[in-house]
């Protein structure tokens, strides 16, 4: 089993940046992949941003690119999201997940564990 916990969400103005952490506990390895995923209020969750546990290899979903980055500290077991130059369509709640495997993955139902969420709010 794996938790994961997230912290760092909140209410910013357009423009401002907020950086999101997730400490995972349990059974991690090198083996796992982090993701962040988020869901705006009626919409699908999303995927965000994806990385392994090594660090080596990340991806960004195209709408956050060049805006966010994902991080991480293996020695704390967190994972972060930097995101910048926010936008009122960022708003969501912000969910991290994890993967037991080398892969980088983009899609929800491939990741098995989850943390209870973290809300961001940009206001325009």
């Known amino acids: 089993q794996v938790q994961l916990v997230e912290s760092g969400g909140g209410l910013v103005p357009a423009g401002g940046s907020l950086r999101l952490s997730c400490a995972a506990s349990?059974?991690?390895?090198?083996?796992?992949?982090m993701g962040w995923f988020r869901q705006a209020p009626g919409k699908e969750r999303e995927f965000v941003a994806g990385?392994?546990?090594?660090?080596?290899?990340?991806a960004c979903a195209d709408s956050v690119k060049g805006r966010f980055t994902i991080s991480m500290d293996n020695a704390k077991s967190t994972v972060y999201l930097q995101m910048n130059s926010l936008k009122p369509e960022d708003t969501a709640v912000y969910y991290c997940?994890?993967?037991?495997?080398?892969?980088?993955?983009?899609?929800?139902?491939?990741?098995?564990?989850w943390g209870q969420g973290t809300q961001v709010t940009v206001s325009s």
């Open positions: 997940a994890a993967a037991d495997t080398r892969r980088l993955l983009t899609t929800s139902y491939e990741y098995r564990y």
């Open positions: 349990g059974r991690t390895s090198s083996r796992y992949v």
């Open positions: 990385i392994t546990w090594s660090g080596s290899s990340t």
